[in-house]
């Protein structure tokens, strides 16, 4: 009876590990959706006027330490590719202050696109996003290749985006 148990044990374990990614997991996304941005110097960005060139998009909070670690890193990669047409989007959460956001842009002066998703609708429509950071790669065509919970693997990433901006099917509009 003792191995039966067992085996219910795990087996309620995997459900419950099953029900919490797909709860925490924003929907898989291909194409990206048709929002605009509203940006800490007050321009407003459509993510659609970026087609042709690969974009990462990240949404990331002032109290994320993850998100925190991670900005010097996306700060170096953006410096290195954006002369290449590479353009970068970091999306304040709904929930962070916008004056925390705007001090942090300011000291830790990111040249990167910072975002301000006040009510939530970026959050919304990139399928409901919960955790930060959560990044998307968008490819030239406007096709999400991929989406990332937690720090990125940023070697991996600089390979991908080299890739999209050396092809030959790169296509501008």
């Not at 941005?37 to 007050?42: A, F």
């Not at 700060?75 to 942090?104: C, H, K, R, T, W």
Request: aromatic residues 6%; contains cysteine.
């Amino acid at each position: 009876m003792k191995k039966k148990d067992g085996l219910v044990a795990i087996f309620a374990a995997s459900l419950i590990v099953a029900a919490t990614w797909m709860w925490l997991t924003p929907t898989g996304l291909s194409h990206v959706p048709d929002i605009a941005l509203k940006t800490i110097d007050g321009r407003t960005l459509r993510l659609k006027e970026l087609r042709g060139r690969p974009v990462l998009l990240t949404f990331w909070a002032t109290s994320c330490p993850g998100c925190v670690k991670e900005m010097p890193h996306l700060i170096d990669l953006y410096n290195e590719l954006s002369g290449s047409g590479f353009e970068l989007i970091g999306v304040a959460m709904y929930y962070d202050p916008p004056n925390q956001v705007l001090e942090m842009a300011r000291d830790r002066q990111i040249p990167y696109t910072i975002a301000l998703d006040i009510d939530g609708s970026a959050a919304k429509g990139f399928g409901n996003v919960l955790l930060t950071p959560t990044t998307f790669l968008i490819a030239p065509d406007g096709t999400i290749v991929q989406q990332k919970i937690g720090e990125l693997d940023i070697n991996q990433v600089r390979q991908r985006i080299q890739s999209m901006l050396n092809s030959p099917s790169r296509s501008i509009g």
